[in-house]
């Protein structure tokens, strides 16, 4: 019996993530700019504030529409080339306005149009990035990987925001949005250099090649919602999730109202969104450290630890401090719930339906947000802002506990993953100086994982037929 080979500790070690971390983090910049332009924007030509709300709802409502095909479509053709495909729209979006600004007759259906189609591609390259990663890193790396891509936004969002008004001072409007058209650009240069590295690997069939375990069925999105229940820590976690969604645009929505009826000024909020920025990179950087084998429990608990926390400190918080120390140990257990819940899918869910499922989650949660932004003002006014904010808490909590009565005697608290029985053997790595493939030992390193793809692939199978296997 032969020892194991060692596992690098970072996913840094893979030229792959490397590759893919430094384009998102640039792209993920450009989110943080574009956030704040898009809003100077829309005043610029609709002064009355009115274009904010346009531009917002087209964005989320496109998103929702497409995010069920978005979620198919990288499972069927690959995914790789939905995500370039994705940036490439991306980048027209934007350019869209950004030329009309630099024209001078820029419209408000301009941004709303932009918006749309930004939104729609989003639904597209979401699925298929939840899908890519555990492609270019080892599952024991999973986490850390995910844990550097979730700081790379964090920074982008929080650095975004003061990089844009800079590029308005500087160049107005269009030098902003032609900004963010740069950082795309820079995406699309990493996910080609990423298919090419890929394409350099031993060869391996592709995800159009009967990923359904062979069945000969379609790659449709009711799969991911026909496995769900088979996987009852993930679903559960969903299912918290999408209160938890309805309270972060609740907070979005009453925070700032909340904060300047109390402590006289608004700008009293800039203070406390620095704080929860800061506390969801700090998460993000900390989670990459937990190791733990029950990550759907631990997402439910942090879940709970983290958007009551918000809720009950907006509700009865008195002192500023009180209210931004809150928010900033909440933020942080959001950041941490995020990753460890990100690894739980992908070490849980057969590679051959990663993005289907991540479509599915996004689908649920996505949707949650433009509702609470609906509700929570009328509500609000209904019944008190701080019996809305204690009574959103409640419901979380109380959907929380039902979630893991219902989730952990059916899947224990162990993750049931896939690194359990493939170990690192199922990640397809970077070629070695020695040709895999070539040799003895080549020879069997793709016999294994010509194996392990096909026990993912009949585990995909398994799950939309009979269920998982009993532990």
């Given at each position: 019996?032969t020892?194991?080979?060692?596992?690098p500790?970072?996913?840094?070690?893979?030229?792959?993530?490397?590759?893919?971390?430094?384009?998102?983090?640039?792209s993920?910049?450009?989110d943080?700019?574009?956030?704040?332009?898009?809003?100077?924007?829309?005043?610029?030509?609709?002064p009355?504030?009115?274009?904010?709300?346009?531009?917002?709802l087209?964005?989320w409502?496109?998103?929702?529409?497409?995010?069920?095909?978005?979620?198919s479509l990288?499972?069927?053709?690959?995914?790789?080339?939905?995500?370039?495909?994705?940036?490439a729209?991306?980048?027209a979006?934007?350019?869209?306005?950004?030329?009309?600004?630099?024209?001078?007759?820029?419209?408000?259906?301009?941004?709303?149009?932009?918006?749309?189609v930004?939104?729609a591609?989003?639904?597209?390259?979401t699925?298929?990035?939840?899908?890519?990663?555990?492609?270019?890193?080892?599952?024991?790396?999973?986490?850390?990987?995910?844990?550097?891509?979730?700081?790379?936004g964090?920074?982008?969002?929080?650095?975004?925001?003061?990089?844009?008004?800079?590029?308005?001072?500087v160049?107005?409007?269009?030098?902003?949005?032609?900004?963010?058209?740069?950082?795309f650009?820079?995406?699309?240069?990493s996910?080609?250099?990423?298919r090419r590295?890929?394409?350099?690997?031993?060869p391996?069939?592709?995800?159009?090649?009967?990923?359904d375990g062979?069945?000969?069925?379609?790659?449709?999105?009711?799969?991911?919602?026909?496995?769900?229940?088979?996987l009852p820590?993930?679903?559960?976690?969903?299912?918290?999730?999408?209160?938890?969604?309805?309270g972060?645009?609740?907070?979005?929505?009453?925070?700032?109202?909340?904060?300047?009826d109390r402590?006289?000024?608004?700008?009293?909020?800039?203070?406390?969104v620095?704080?929860?920025?800061?506390g969801?990179?700090?998460?993000?950087?900390?989670?990459?450290?937990v190791?733990?084998?029950?990550?759907?429990?631990?997402?439910?608990a942090?879940?709970?630890?983290?958007m009551?926390?918000?809720?009950?400190?907006?509700?009865?918080?008195?002192?500023?401090?009180v209210?931004a120390?809150?928010?900033?140990?909440?933020?942080?257990?959001?950041?941490?719930?995020?990753?460890?819940?990100?690894?739980?899918v992908q070490?849980t869910?057969?590679k051959?339906?990663?993005?289907?499922?991540?479509?599915?989650?996004?689908?649920?949660?996505?949707?949650?947000?433009?509702l609470?932004f609906?509700?929570a003002?009328?509500?609000?006014?209904l019944?008190?802002?701080t019996?809305?904010?204690?009574?959103?808490?409640a419901?979380?909590v109380?959907t929380?506990?039902?979630?893991l009565?219902?989730?952990?005697?059916?899947?224990?608290?162990?993750?049931?993953?896939?690194?359990d029985?493939?170990?690192?053997?199922?990640?397809?790595?970077?070629?070695?100086?020695?040709?895999?493939?070539?040799g003895?030992?080549?020879?069997?390193e793709g016999?294994?994982e010509?194996?392990?793809q096909?026990?993912?692939?009949?585990?995909?199978?398994?799950?939309?037929?009979?269920g998982?296997?009993?532990p």
């Open positions: 019996m020892d194991a080979p060692a596992v500790g970072s996913p840094l070690s893979s030229p792959l993530y490397r590759v893919y971390l430094a384009g998102q983090a640039v993920q910049l450009g943080g700019v574009v956030s704040v332009t898009f809003a100077f924007a829309a005043l610029a030509v609709a009355d504030g009115r274009g904010i709300p346009m531009v917002l087209a964005l409502l496109a998103r929702f529409v497409f995010i069920a095909y978005g979620g990288p499972d069927r053709v690959g995914r790789l080339p939905v995500m370039f495909g994705a940036d729209v991306r980048l979006a934007q350019v869209f306005p950004a030329i009309t600004f630099a024209l001078g007759n820029p419209e408000l259906w301009h941004l709303v149009v932009s918006a749309a930004y939104g591609a989003t639904a597209f390259f699925p298929g990035a939840v899908g890519l990663l555990p492609e270019l890193v080892r599952p024991a790396q999973l986490q850390k990987a995910n844990s550097w891509l979730d700081v790379a964090d920074t982008g969002r929080m650095a975004g925001p003061a990089l844009a008004s800079l590029l308005v001072v160049g107005g409007v269009p030098l902003a949005l032609f900004f963010d058209a740069a950082t650009v820079v995406s699309l240069v996910l080609a250099w990423l590295l890929i394409r350099a690997r031993p391996e069939r592709g995800p159009a090649e009967d990923d062979g069945a000969g069925e379609r790659v449709r999105f009711l799969d991911a919602v026909r496995v769900m229940p088979r820590l993930v679903l559960g976690a969903i299912l918290v999730w999408v209160p938890v969604q309805v972060l645009a609740s907070v979005s929505v009453l925070g700032p109202i909340t904060v300047q402590f006289g000024s608004i700008e009293q909020w800039g203070v406390i620095t704080f929860l920025a800061a969801g990179l700090l998460g993000a950087l900390v989670s990459g450290h190791r733990v084998e029950w990550r759907g429990v631990l997402t439910v942090l879940l709970v630890v983290s009551p926390v918000q809720l009950l400190a907006l509700a009865y918080g008195r002192h500023l401090v209210v120390g809150a928010l900033f140990l909440a933020a942080l257990a959001a950041g941490v719930a995020g990753v460890v819940f990100d690894t739980l070490l869910v057969p051959p339906m990663l993005s289907r499922v991540g479509s599915f989650e996004t689908t649920m949660t996505t949707a949650m947000v433009p609470g609906v509700i003002l009328p509500l609000a006014n019944v008190g802002r019996a809305y904010l204690a009574g959103l808490a419901v979380i109380a929380a506990a039902a979630v009565v219902w989730a952990v005697p059916r899947s224990g608290l162990r993750d049931r993953a896939l690194e029985g493939a170990g690192d053997s199922a990640w397809q790595g970077v070629p070695s100086s020695t040709s895999p493939g070539s003895r030992e080549g020879g069997r016999e294994a010509g194996h392990v096909g026990d993912q692939e009949a585990r995909a199978w398994q799950l939309m037929t009979d998982p296997p009993r």
